[in-house]
């Protein structure tokens, strides 16, 4: 439009110095660059039937443009480590524990043939105390069922097999009540302690004592 253009774009009224609004030059305006825009792609059209080297490399142009949005990256979730596996069993610890504080294997695996019954019940008295005092440390056991032995139990329609033991006749309409045999147990707490000895040693539940002789 050069110099005309502008001249027609902001012209000045005889009455004030203030450059006025034409309408009519922005239609105009618009129109020509929608012509200038249409014309191009008309010769880019052109060159492309018309030109050989020139269409093959439009073409290799648009096969190596990507096709779709890159995706970003999701980067990985840290693995959870998975926690070794004990070294040593915690019922060998248990044994080590009722062996070590109160003599419990050497009791059970002693013939008890050649002692008499006082003795035995001697022996069976520091025993029982010191293996009860292992089990509370330990696991703090607790009757599952409060009531005393011989008094009725209320049980419901449908009471859990891991929690009560049933005999006796049971009638098709279900199990509602019955009288306590045994209490049962429950440990209220699993704190057996950790093993930190050598793999060679994991099973050994008490070791062997050897008084050395004087040099």
């Keep these: 439009m050069g110099d005309f253009a502008h001249y027609q774009f902001f012209h000045r009224h005889d009455s004030d110095d203030i450059p006025q609004y034409n309408p009519r030059l922005i239609s105009i305006t618009s129109f020509k660059i929608q012509v200038s825009n249409s014309m191009g792609r008309f010769s880019l059209a052109w060159r492309i039937l018309t030109n050989a080297a020139f269409s093959d490399n439009v073409t290799q142009l648009l096969s190596a443009a990507p096709t779709t949005k890159p995706t970003a990256e999701i980067p990985e979730k840290p693995a959870i480590p998975v926690p ?78 891991g929690m009560y033991k049933l005999s006796g006749s049971i009638s098709e309409q ?11 147990w429950v440990a209220t707490r699993c704190e057996v302690p950790v093993w930190n000895g050598s793999p060679e040693t994991s099973s050994i539940v008490a070791p062997a004592e050897i008084e050395l002789d004087r040099v």
């Design 84 to 161: 070794p596996k004990p070294a040593r069993s915690e019922a060998i610890s248990l044994l080590a524990a009722l062996q070590r504080e109160g003599r419990f294997l050497d009791f059970l695996q002693e013939p008890l043939e050649q002692y008499t019954d006082a003795q035995v019940g001697a022996a069976v008295r520091d025993i029982h105390r010191d293996c009860k005092a292992v089990l509370e440390r330990q696991f703090a056991l607790r009757p599952v069922v409060q009531e005393n032995e011989g008094e009725k139990v209320d049980l419901g329609a449908n009471p859990d097999p």
């Design 174 to 184: 279900g199990v509602t009540r019955g009288t306590l045999v045994h209490h049962g």
